[in-house]
C-alpha cells in the first residue's frame, strides 16, 4: 500500500488526537515518513496511552512535529 492510501486510511483518526492540527508525508533520511503536525508537543509520559500517536501506521514511520498554532495572514 502506497503511504499517500496510508495517509488517506488514517487521516480523520489522526486528526482527533489531543493538538493535531494536520498531516502530511515528509522524509526522514531517504525514507517516506507520515508527519503529523501538532500545535504543542507533549511528553508521552503526560498522556494517555489512548492519546498517545502510534509510532508506525502499517509499515510507515510517524513522526510527530510541533509546529505552534496556525492562524490565517492577511
Not at 502506497?2 to 480523520?12: C, G
Not at 531517504?30 to 500517536?53: G, M, R, T, W, Y
Amino acid at each position: 500500500m502506497s503511504i499517500q492510501s496510508v495517509l488517506h486510511k488514517y487521516e480523520d483518526k489522526i486528526m482527533q488526537f489531543p493538538n493535531v492540527i494536520g498531516v502530511g508525508i515528509g522524509k526522514k533520511g531517504n525514507a517516506e515518513v507520515i508527519k503529523v503536525f501538532v500545535s504543542n508537543k507533549v511528553p508521552e509520559a503526560d498522556l494517555q496511552a489512548h492519546d498517545i500517536i502510534p509510532k508506525g501506521l502499517d509499515g510507515y514511520e510517524t513522526e510527530v512535529e510541533e509546529i505552534g498554532i496556525v492562524t490565517a495572514q492577511t
